[in-house]
């Protein structure tokens, strides 16, 4: 299949489509990571006195999903051969992503 091996910006059509299937990939097990995690503690949560478990399931049920995603998107782009000058806006995004989740769960 030729179409596969067009290229934009140094990556082929192939390359952006096993991205994708590791932005999915990694989002959907993130999700099901934290839904199995959630449905564990918090009952535990409940029935114990100390506050840790508590702040952890509340952590992880404030957990967005916007943040799932750039985590997924970070991980899926990693694989692309990308120029050094996109490396600072990929970061940057990263961070600012990061530093709104922490601001939700400190809220």
């Known amino acids: 299949m030729e179409i ?3 290229e934009w910006a140094g990556n ?5 489509l096993i991205a994708l299937v590791i932005v999915v990939a990694s989002l959907t097990v993130m999700r099901i990571l934290r839904n199995m995690l959630i ?5 535990i ?3 114990t006195k ?10 992880l049920q404030s957990t967005r999903s916007w ?9 899926g782009i ?16 990263v961070l600012f992503i ?7 769960w400190s809220n």
């Open 4 to 6: 596969l091996l067009l």
């Open 50 to 59: 100390t506050q840790l478990d508590d702040l952890a399931a509340n952590l």
């Open 98 to 104: 990061t530093l709104l989740q922490v601001a939700t």
């Open 45 to 47: 949560a409940d029935t």
């Open 67 to 75: 943040f799932l995603f750039g985590m997924s998107f970070y991980i």
């Open 12 to 16: 082929s059509l192939r390359e952006y």
């Open 78 to 93: 990693r694989s692309l051969d990308m120029p050094e000058s996109a490396d600072d806006p990929v970061s940057v995004l």
């Open 39 to 43: 449905a564990r503690l918090r009952p």
